[in-house]
């Protein structure tokens, strides 16, 4: 199993950037999707997750500027980010709980990450 993250770059204030994640491999169900973030010097942190019955959390610092979505037929999580600011920079890393097999136990899978870099 695989995550295969996209669509980091460098963007200015203000801006907006939609990351995408898709899973590949053969499993039987994807659980929970989501992002976490990690900036030069500071730990990795939760930004946002979604369910797969599309219950979503976010962060305190991105409510209202990021959305997160799935497309579940895709086995792909999203995350559209609005109003950038520099304390937004960081490298994210989609994640997924995902079950192999029926009965197994969900295991936890990350994305190599793709860099966000916002500055003027």
């Known amino acids: 199993v695989q995550l295969q993250a996209s669509g980091g770059g460098l963007v200015q204030p203000g801006g907006s950037l939609r990351l995408s994640c898709a899973a590949s491999g053969r499993f039987f169900r994807i659980g929970v999707m989501g992002w976490y973030r990690q900036a030069p010097g500071e730990q990795r942190e939760f930004v946002a997750s979604s369910l797969s019955n599309g219950t979503t959390n976010y962060a305190d610092s991105v409510k209202g500027r990021f959305t997160i979505s799935r497309d579940n037929a895709k086995d792909t999580v999203y995350l559209q980010m609005a109003n950038l600011n520099p304390e937004d920079a960081a490298v994210y890393y989609c994640?997924?709980?995902?079950?192999?097999?029926?009965?197994?136990?969900?295991?936890?899978?990350w994305g190599q990450g793709t860099e966000v870099t916002v500055s003027s």
């Open positions: 994640y997924s709980r995902i079950q192999l097999k029926w009965r197994q136990n969900f295991n936890d899978y």
